[in-house]
């Protein structure tokens, strides 16, 4: 039986060097990936566990300010008082099935004089303008169902774009600068609500358009990042098991 030429595992400084350096920043990014992937599962059972649930009265709950609003983020609650339709703030950048509108925010006097933000939903674009969609202007004393949100960018501060109150039209919801253009004369929560599904005169606005089920393709990027690390740790095994070189005596 022909035996091939004896090997030796022999690592050299640099390939040793860069290789460890990707290896363990895969295996680190593929670690953050876990976390992620985790922390999004949390977050999608806790919408869902808090959206679904019996909606029980703001004001009754909430006598004053609502004390932790991240805690509480996505209670289903229910208002009642008055819209302010003169009033209405318009959030950009929004689409719908790949038609593009924005979404209406509307200030909301509840019956115990405070007022809230409640963003009422989905409207095309070319039903910006108000007397569009002159049935969905509800007067009158109204009871809105809807979850409570909390207020700021919710992405990258680095890519955060900024509000232009000045032609009242908005990127996120900025609670203190809505009430200022707004100037409202009654106090503000610090949370206001996206309104439910129930449908609205004329159909527009369209509510529940809280975002409850958030993307989760986390583990693919698991697979991704420590099958890198696991092939380059091979590709450098391979590359330093070399043939042991013979000596003239041999």
Sequence with gaps: MIKGPARQFKPTLWPTVFSLFVIILALCLGSWQIYRMGWKEDQIRL??????????????????????????EFLNVWVEGEFQHDKELYLGARSLDRRL????????LMTDGREILINRGFVLSEFKDPSTRKEAQITGQVRIEGLLRV??????????PENDPIKNF????DIEEMDRFAKLSNPVQSVYMDAGPMVNPGGYPLGGQTRIEL?????TYVITWYSMALILAVIYFIFHYRPVEKTEDE
């Design 47 to 72: 919408r869902t566990e808090r959206s679904t649930a019996e909606p029980f009265s703001f004001i009754e709950r909430y006598p004053g300010e609502v004390a932790d609003p991240k805690a509480d």
């Design 101 to 108: 509108g924005l979404q209406v925010v509307t200030p909301f």
């Design 151 to 160: 207020g700021g960018w919710k992405g990258y501060e680095f890519v955060r």
């Design 170 to 173: 908005w990127f996120y919801v």
């Design 215 to 219: 993307v989760n393709n986390h583990m």
